[in-house]
């Protein structure tokens, strides 16, 4: 059977993620309320590290420019986990089931997040190497679809209330991560140090966008290593600064929403964005159309994705409530999106299997003859199974290369090519 993540549009971000955060700041809201008695009475939330006051070294992937970290729940075997700044931690619904955890009460959250309900899991303990969270409170829902996004199978998100409790040091040049201790951490780098304003627990930032023949403006935009793409603004904001001026080169896409009811965009390329003193030139923004009472992102200006987070070295220092980069190796690389107009998920239980979940019209793909549903078996003469969904998804980024594919169309078997061009 297929996991069918239909619309999960891999161009800018996951919306189906993003709407996931969301609902994670309602459930994280609604669930303190309806537990505070309980959680007066339990033992309070805390941490050990395994030597010291800091856990050291502890590696991470990075696929579609999300952050994936393995972790232990209740000393399970490793799991794989999303590494988030903004969210409530999260477990997934069956994962939790298969681990024996006891899941707790429903709340049922707006129509945003398609009436999924939501449980609760208490006294959780998280550990990563060198550092374990105790006692930690965390939402569960049904997350099976961010593997078929992924390739890989992924058991929840670590978010906001692991990060809050340290000094998180996420390196993406070295794909590494430190944690201290808060009260013990110094800073002694020529990072640049930037401010951070906290809305309902996340993490915002200041950000200035320039775009072609209009002045530069400002806005605050939530901190979030758990969005794919560059920047994604509010509609509000485009409109008082008159942001869209021509929709000329840019593109009608979908950044969020359920199946049923999906937050258009226009995606297209800016003169650039600056966090800090460092400016992202010509990248590719998403401008929500939906009005601002549905917007996705309600607070804020909008949300600045791992696009551009993954060319520095963050310091997450919450306590202090200030974030510090440093540029690395990737600072000056191009922003580049999918060339071929195919949009691929694993499926199958080893995940092995790339289904077409959609094809973008008047692209490569489109003109190739390409149809949701077909099932790609073999890419420039290597066979899928052979290859991480990361590196199909970066060699489908190399504009003006040619790109065999063999694929199954019901009982046919069939071959196309497709010549990559920038679609944005």
């Known amino acids: 059977m297929k996991s069918n993540p239909k619309r999960t549009a891999l161009t800018g971000a996951f919306p189906l993620l993003v709407i996931l955060l969301i609902v994670a700041h309602v459930f994280g809201q609604e669930s303190v309320r309806d537990s505070s008695d309980k959680t007066s009475r339990s033992s309070r939330p805390g941490y050990r590290f395994a030597s010291g006051t800091s856990a050291l070294g502890i590696p991470f992937e990075l696929s579609s420019n999300f952050v994936l970290v393995?972790?232990?729940?209740?000393?399970?075997?490793?799991?794989?986990?999303?590494?988030?700044?903004?969210?409530?931690?999260?477990?997934?619904?069956?994962?939790?089931?298969?681990l024996g955890l006891p899941v707790e009460g429903n709340i049922k959250p707006s129509s945003t997040g398609g009436g999924a309900e939501m449980r609760l899991i208490h006294g959780i303990s998280l550990e990563l190497p060198g550092v374990t969270t105790l006692n930690q409170r965390v939402a569960t829902l049904p997350l099976n679809f961010l593997s078929s996004i992924l390739g890989q199978p992924i058991a929840g998100i670590i978010g906001y209330d692991f990060v809050r409790q340290f000094v998180v040091d996420l390196n993406y040049g070295t794909r590494k991560i430190n944690v201290y201790a808060a009260p013990t951490f110094r800073y002694s780098g020529s990072g640049e140090v930037l401010p951070l304003k906290f809305i309902e627990q996340a993490p915002f930032v200041g950000v200035k966008i320039t775009m072609e023949g209009q002045d530069t403006v400002a806005g605050t935009f939530e901190l979030e290593t758990a969005d794919t793409g560059v920047l994604q603004v509010e509609r509000s904001f485009t409109e008082a600064h008159q942001l869209v001026k021509s929709a000329k080169g840019f593109r009608l896409g979908n950044a969020g929403g359920s199946e049923e009811g999906l937050t258009r965009t226009l995606q297209g390329r800016v003169r650039n964005i600056t966090l800090g003193r460092y400016e992202i030139n010509n990248p590719i923004v998403s401008f929500l159309q939906a009005d601002a009472g549905k917007d996705a992102q309600a607070n804020g200006d909008g949300q600045l994705g791992g696009e551009v987070l993954r060319r520095f070295r963050l310091i997450l220092d919450y306590t202090r409530q200030r974030i510090i980069i440093e540029p690395n190796q990737h600072l000056t690389e191009a922003v580049e999106a999918d060339m071929s107009g195919i949009e691929l998920v694993a499926e199958g239980e080893d995940l092995r299997a790339l289904t077409i979940n959609e094809v973008v019209p008047n692209s490569p793909a489109s003109e190739a003859g390409l149809k949701e549903e077909d099932e790609v078996t073999i890419i420039n003469g290597q066979r899928v199974s052979d290859l991480s969904l990361e590196q199909i998804r970066q060699s489908l980024k190399q504009e003006g290369q040619?790109?065999?594919?063999?694929?199954?169309?019901g009982t046919q078997t069939l071959q196309a090519k497709l010549r990559l061009r920038r679609l944005i």
């Not at 040619?402 to 169309?409: P, S």
């Open 402 to 409: 040619e790109v065999a594919l063999t694929f199954k169309r």
């Open 70 to 98: 393995q972790a232990r729940v209740n000393k399970s075997r490793p799991l794989w986990f999303i590494f988030s700044t903004a969210s409530t931690s999260i477990i997934d619904l069956g994962t939790a089931k298969q």
